[in-house]
């Protein structure tokens, strides 16, 4: 199950907090040099460090703009 990323819109505020924080996380274990390989099931499965980063900031934004309206 990937991550579509046209679907980002569409989700829950509690899923996108869900997302953000496994993103957080994966980030963190990249930068620590503790990345594990995810199981194909998992939503953030085939991101690299740079792609993770690319979608946490497109979370963000999404919370932001629902913040503001």
């Known amino acids: 199950m990937k991550l579509e990323l046209s679907t980002i ?13 496994n993103l957080n996380n994966r980030i963190s274990a990249f930068e620590s040099g503790s990345a594990n390989e995810l199981k194909a099931s998992h939503p953030l499965f085939g991101l690299e460090h ?12 999404e919370m932001k703009k629902r913040r503001n309206s």
Request: glycine fraction near 0%; charge should be neutral.
């Open 9 to 21: 819109p569409e989700k829950s505020d509690k899923q996108l907090r869900t997302l953000r924080n």
């Open 50 to 61: 740079e792609e993770c980063i690319q979608v946490r900031d497109m979370i963000l934004a």
